[in-house]
């Protein structure tokens, strides 16, 4: 991701902020699965990044499960909200910092990396694939879920691109087949341990991958 591009992303999911922060989540049994998947991959001894947290949520529902997560998303907007979550919620194992993956206090170590509903709005999903695996020891696990959404509803890209003229989506949308992202994935070196789809409408595929 250029600096230009990192800029301009900021700058829309900090003017999201506060309409994300507020807005429900559309299928919440799909959601419990994927968290009900996840956790039983995590330990209690494990440190974690999140990549794209949002404003924290998730990481505040699986603080639980491991040692620490450290919670980094693009936005400065949506990480002052996850500490105001983090705060109220009077959980002191998450913390909330602003960056990507790599920057200083980003970059591990760490024994599980996640990414939920990211990958498809990164310039480089690979290049973000292969730093994922860079940062992480042998035994390590990404965890992601991304909808992929090539050829399931044909109208999103014109939509998509009519949306960033009127700065109204993301800079970058990738529209992947289930295919490309696992096959991503494996050629950055990992394995795959478990896939799933939840939901499968989409379908927004939920991957479990570890570092030999």
């Not at 990192?6 to 419990?32: C, P, V």
Request: hydrophobic share 45%.
């Amino acid at each position: 991701m250029t600096a230009m591009t990192q800029t301009t992303d900021a700058a829309f999911w900090d003017g999201a902020a506060r309409k994300y922060a507020q807005s429900k989540i559309s299928d919440m049994e799909a959601y419990e699965a994927s968290l009900a998947r996840t956790r039983l991959h995590l330990h209690a001894t494990d440190r974690v990044l999140e990549m794209g947290c949002g404003t924290s949520s998730t990481a505040l529902l699986l603080a639980s499960e491991v040692a620490h997560i450290t919670a980094s998303d693009i936005s400065a907007e949506m990480i002052a909200i996850g500490k105001e979550k983090v705060w109220d919620a009077g959980i002191s194992n998450v913390a909330p910092v602003q960056g990507v993956i790599g920057d200083p206090g980003l970059d591990g170590p760490f024994d599980a990396i996640l990414a939920f509903n990211l990958l498809h709005l990164l310039a480089d999903p690979e290049a973000a694939i292969r730093q994922v695996y860079a940062q992480l020891p042998s035994g390590g696990r990404f965890i992601s879920k991304t909808p992929c959404m090539a050829g399931k509803r044909w109208f999103l890209g014109p939509a998509v691109g009519a949306l960033r003229l009127f700065g109204k989506a993301p800079s970058d949308v990738q529209f992947f087949k289930v295919s490309t992202l696992e096959r991503m994935i494996t050629e950055a070196g990992f394995e795959i341990v478990e896939t799933g789809d939840y939901p499968r409408k989409m379908p927004s595929h939920f991957v479990v991958a570890r570092k030999p």
